[in-house]
């Protein structure tokens, strides 16, 4: 069972959008199954190769176009409450002309930034005097902004998995194999409260250099640094994501402990340093600059964090480059990382929210480097 938003601040989301929309010059938006339809209906669609569609125009009633099969799921759902007129189409029908029909004399048009390539070049063709452009410029704005309820959301999710992190002993030892660990840690993320694993990063000895690394068969070894990056989805639709690096028993070599140290150091400057009117680019340079001091630069290969929702990866970024000046409800990750390459690595990783004095870390485990004794 899928948990909605209440039905006001569904009607709300799609206010706002429609004003935002109409602020920047858009005739209408068009929707498909994705976090943005899920954002604004709560209606969590099916992403196929038929259309679903909501057409939100900023005058006039919002229409979702779903196909005939899917009506049901569509009017069971919270959408059907929010009083869009729900129009399903045939199999023969051309859903791309009926939403043409809506729209007559549109101008731009704004398509959210996942919709399928053959869909956005077919609306191309339904609507041959309509500009398009992308609906992420206008609900980016909306999104990065978490009400409280969605900061409780993702605090749920953060602390589901702290809890699949606090069992991390149960199966990281010497001897098994990363998958192994993994495959453990993938049921975990479920049975803590997830509906849905996004990812499971379990990179050992050398591979703990590769911040992205897949699971392999490597064996773990004794002393080996292992870095774990785990992260699901709840059935709120919000994501987790937290990182901990981890010693495989035994002692983890000199010279990463004393780069952990560094790495420790950068990650808690770096969430100090988070605040209302403070720019994203700003807490980059405080976790980059500490690690460049200590000799590590080249070895930050990465930005320092990323928004986190109801994607895993959204706006704002905590970038070089990213002026956006935070702001009370702004979630992100922080999480600097050194990476020594064909040798070993660290990461450590938190969400964090911007309150209205400073932040909130949505992950509680210790950031101390962490020896896991066979």
Known sequence: MTVTPPTADLEARLSRARGAAASAGVDALLISPGPDLRYLTGYDAKALERLTCLVLPVEGTPTLVVPALEHPAAEASSASDLGLDLVPWQETEDAYALVAKLLPGVNRVAVDDHMWAEKVLAFRIALPG????????????LRMRKSAAEVEALRAAGAAIDRVHARIAEWLRPGRTERQVGRDIYDAILAEGHVQVDFVIVG????????????????????????VDIGGTTQAGYCSDETRTYIAGGEAPEEFRDYYDVLQRAQAAACAHVRPGVTAESVDVVARDIITAAGYGPAFIHRTGHGIGMQGHEDPYIVAGNTVVLEPGMAFSVEPGIYLERRHGARIEDIVVVTDDGYDSLNLRPRELEVIDA
């Not at 309509?130 to 704005?141: D, F, P, V, Y």
Request: aromatic content about 0%; charged content about 30%.
């Open 130 to 141: 309509a500009e398009q452009s992308l609906a992420g410029e206008i609900l980016r704005e």
């Open 204 to 227: 050992s000895g050398p591979n703990s250099a590769s911040p992205h690394h897949e699971l392999s068969d490597r064996v773990i070894e004794r002393g080996d640094p292992v870095v």
